[in-house]
C-alpha cells in the first residue's frame, strides 16, 4: 500500500515541491468521474484524539467534526479535491483554514483511509483508519 500511496502523491502534485492550490470549481484537479463519498458521512479514528465524522456533501466540498477532545465537537466545511487512482480509490486533498494540509488516500472498495497531514508549525502526522460510511 505505501508504494500505491507514494505513486499517488505523486500524480497529485503533492511530491517535488509543489504548493496545494485549492481546488475550483471546474477545476482539471478534480476527477471528472463520480465520487462515491458525494452524499454520505464517514467515520475515521486515525488514534491520539484523531476521530472525526467527515460529511462529504460533494464533490467538491465536505464538513468535518471532530468527535475526541480536546477540540470535541469543533466543525469545519472546506473546499477538496480529488483524483480516481483506481476504481473505489481516490487521493482526496485540502487545506483548513489554520493552513494545515491533509492528503488522504481513501479506499472505499477496502473501508480503509490513510491519511498524512502537515500542520502549520511544520509537524508531520501519518495515520491509518477504518473508513467507515455511517451515513
Excluded at 5 to 12: F, G, H
Excluded at 49 to 61: E, L, P, T, V, Y
Excluded at 87 to 97: D, M, S
Aim: proline share 4%; aromatic share 10%.
Amino acid at each position: 500500500m505505501r508504494n500505491i500511496l507514494l505513486a499517488a502523491l505523486a500524480l497529485s502534485g503533492a511530491l517535488g515541491g509543489c504548493t496545494h492550490q485549492p481546488a475550483r470549481a471546474g477545476s482539471d484537479a478534480a476527477d471528472s468521474g463520480d465520487f462515491p463519498a458525494t452524499g454520505h458521512t464517514y467515520r475515521v479514528d486515525f488514534g491520539g484524539g484523531n476521530a472525526f465524522d467527515i460529511d462529504f456533501a460533494s464533490d467538491r466540498h465536505m464538513t468535518f467534526t471532530k468527535l475526541q477532545p480536546p477540540a470535541q465537537g469543533q466543525v469545519e466545511t472546506i473546499r477538496f479535491d480529488h483524483r480516481r487512482i483506481r476504481e473505489g480509490l481516490y487521493l482526496v486533498r485540502w487545506q483548513e483554514a489554520d493552513k494545515t494540509t491533509v492528503v488522504h488516500l481513501e479506499d472505499f472498495a477496502r473501508g480503509r483511509v490513510y491519511t498524512h497531514i502537515t500542520r502549520p508549525d511544520g509537524r508531520f502526522f501519518t495515520g491509518e483508519s477504518a473508513l467507515t460510511r455511517v451515513h
